[in-house]
């Protein structure tokens, strides 16, 4: 039997600095999903059109309440921000995020979707909705979409962690590791890229440099 990749160790993604302004709060969110170990964005209100104050008001509640992880709130409240504001790409993010931690993958899909036919160059929400398709085990669709936000940004190590641990679910080892290594370059110390590419490599039969990356994971892990 192949070894899974799976989520063993806490996500390693870093909290973006939190600004007081409510027009500018950052945050960065992470999700847990039937294929584990994936990363999710809640992508920042950065203003709002009309100086909309409810709908401002209605994001920052949704905000806090997917902190607290109460999803059917989180939900409620974005969807109060997008009648307020329909062009908001951040609330339909952030509410295809509460979807895909209630497993609702398809609203998940629509939500990312729209997202992205706001603002075509988010390459978070690319990533996110290939989360989601990961999730419907669409994984085709999935490495599309993270292929995208890599193309769109170069950078985002998150993606090519994603497109790995999709690229191991097909069973091609040596791209998972491709990807792996790519987001283990962008973000030295992740933990979770060191565990899927020590899967890969045993996947491959490499047992000497599965157990380092093991070894190496566990270390990380254990320094968090």
């Given at each position: 039997?192949a070894?899974?990749?799976?989520n063993?160790f806490p996500n390693s993604?870093?909290?973006s600095n939190?600004k007081?302004s409510i027009?500018?709060?950052?945050?960065?969110?992470?999700?847990?999903?039937p294929?584990?170990?994936?990363?999710f964005?809640v992508i920042?209100?950065?203003?709002c059109k009309?100086?909309?104050a409810?709908a401002?008001?209605?994001?920052?509640?949704?905000?806090?309440?997917?902190?607290?992880k109460?999803n059917?709130k989180?939900?409620?409240?974005y969807t109060?921000?997008?009648?307020?504001?329909?062009?908001?790409a951040?609330?339909?993010?952030n509410?295809?995020?509460?979807?895909?931690?209630?497993?609702?993958?398809?609203?998940a899909?629509?939500?990312?979707?729209?997202?992205?036919e706001?603002?075509?160059?988010?390459?978070?929400?690319?990533?996110?909705?290939?989360i989601a398709?990961?999730?419907?085990?669409?994984?085709?669709k999935?490495?599309?979409?993270?292929?995208?936000?890599?193309?769109?940004?170069?950078?985002?190590?998150?993606?090519?962690f994603?497109?790995?641990n999709?690229?191991?679910?097909?069973?091609?080892?040596?791209?998972?590791i491709?990807d792996c290594?790519k987001?283990?370059?962008?973000?030295p110390?992740?933990?979770l890229?060191?565990f899927n590419?020590?899967?890969?490599?045993?996947?491959?039969?490499?047992k000497?440099?599965?157990?380092?990356?093991f070894?190496k994971?566990?270390?990380?892990?254990?320094?968090?």
């Amino acid at each position: 039997m192949a070894a899974d990749f799976d989520n063993r160790f806490p996500n390693s993604v870093e909290n973006s600095n939190e600004k007081k302004s409510i027009l500018s709060t950052i945050g960065v969110w992470t999700g847990s999903l039937p294929w584990n170990g994936l990363v999710f964005f809640v992508i920042a209100l950065m203003g709002c059109k009309g100086g909309n104050a409810l709908a401002i008001t209605s994001f920052n509640q949704g905000v806090e309440n997917s902190k607290l992880k109460q999803n059917d709130k989180t939900i409620a409240d974005y969807t109060r921000a997008i009648e307020l504001d329909p062009k908001s790409a951040e609330a339909y993010n952030n509410r295809g995020n509460a979807y895909g931690e209630l497993n609702q993958f398809d609203k998940a899909i629509t939500d990312y979707t729209k997202a992205i036919e706001l603002v075509p160059k988010s390459a978070k929400a690319y990533n996110n909705r290939g989360i989601a398709y990961g999730g419907l085990e669409q994984f085709d669709k999935a490495i599309l979409d993270f292929t995208k936000a890599i193309e769109l940004d170069p950078k985002l190590a998150d993606a090519y962690f994603n497109r790995g641990n999709a690229y191991g679910k097909l069973n091609q080892y040596d791209k998972a590791i491709t990807d792996c290594t790519k987001a283990i370059e962008l973000e030295p110390k992740s933990a979770l890229a060191y565990f899927n590419r020590g899967h890969a490599y045993l996947n491959m039969g490499k047992k000497k440099e599965a157990e380092a990356d093991f070894a190496k994971a566990k270390m990380l892990d254990e320094g968090n």
